[in-house]
């Protein structure tokens, strides 16, 4: 009975990924596909941070399918937990210069 969590999940992720592509977000930035290309405004991140987010989160299904031995399972875990920790520092606004 995981299908209507998970559909919600997926749903969520991905509104929040759409929104956060808001071009309206970083009017500054520039904008492929729908997805605005990281620039100095920290809110052009979001997107590529969602995505990655995303990417991360369908990295987990594919490992619990595929990897079946051992390395399999350490290597993709380390691409989990890479694209995890790189979709969490974009979301974050870092502090700029002048805030330090």
């Given at each position: 009975m995981l299908a209507v969590p998970l559909t919600a999940?997926?749903?969520?992720?991905g509104t929040a990924a759409t929104l956060a592509s808001d071009p309206a977000l970083a009017p500054d930035a520039k904008n492929i596909a729908g997805l605005n290309i990281p620039n100095?405004?920290?809110r052009s991140r979001y997107g590529v941070g969602a995505l990655l987010f995303t990417v991360s989160d369908g990295l987990i299904v594919l490992r619990r399918l595929f990897a079946r031995d051992e390395r399999a399972r350490r290597v993709s875990e380390g691409v989990i937990l890479a694209t995890y920790a790189a979709a969490q520092y974009l979301?974050?606004?870092?502090?700029?210069?002048?805030?330090l």
């Open positions: 999940y997926g749903a969520t992720l100095s405004d920290p979301l974050t606004e870092p502090p700029t210069k002048k805030e």
